[in-house]
């Protein structure tokens, strides 16, 4: 995209880029000019489309869905993120994506927030980090595949066990966790795979 452009074009462009509608080679051309030129004005405009796209989600009509199909739909919702706008940066096989183009989304509990960091279908695995208030609980699930986690900040209570900082979890296939909750509030990092069986409050 030419420096130089228009509103008129720079507003197209975001329009046409927040709903996935550019072809691949102008889209990568449009997220060169905002991660590499650093253009504010485009910038501003995705960040307007963005929101307009994900309040999209709020003009149907409220319905109360049973509390198994809730859960599978958040999770699927904080994996899959809620848009496609999310500039990346490509060189050398290696990709960057700047800190603002990463929001969290709601988690599948009260107080569970969920910034999605890579997404392998392939292996059916997803990288995420996790960010849970003070008194909040992850909803029991097991593990179809092995989970990672690893605490960065807070402490967390992972089946009786306290996790501070700097301390790890492996969770084996099949394996089930229960009773993770947090009194302080913390922030974490997990890979876990996409189809974990998430279980409702008993």
Avoid at 89 to 114: C, R, T
Avoid at 133 to 142: K, N, V
């Amino acid at each position: 995209m030419n420096r130089n452009h228009s509103l008129a074009e720079s507003r197209e462009q975001a329009a046409l880029y927040t709903v996935g509608a550019l072809p691949d080679d102008e889209r990568r051309e449009f997220e060169q000019h905002l991660l590499v030129d650093g253009c504010d004005v485009c910038t501003a405009e995705v960040a307007g489309f963005v929101q307009v796209v994900e309040n999209l989600a709020y003009a149907a009509q409220l319905q109360t869905p049973p509390q198994e199909l809730r859960a599978r739909v958040l999770s699927h919702v904080a994996v899959q993120g809620t848009s496609s706008a999310h500039p990346v940066i490509e060189k050398d096989q290696l990709q960057f994506v700047g800190a603002q183009w990463m929001n969290w989304k709601p988690g599948n509990a009260p107080g569970v927030a969920m910034k999605m960091l890579s997404v392998d279908k392939a292996r059916g695995l997803y990288t995420t980090l996790v960010r849970m208030t003070p008194g909040s609980s992850l909803m029991p699930h097991r593990h179809a595949g092995i989970e990672e986690s690893y605490v960065i900040e807070g402490e967390l209570l992972v089946s009786g066990v306290l996790m501070r900082p700097g301390d790890y979890c492996r969770a084996e296939v099949g394996s089930m966790h229960t009773g993770v909750t947090t009194k302080t509030g913390c922030v974490f990092i997990a890979v876990a795979s996409l189809n974990d069986e998430w279980l409702p409050e008993t």
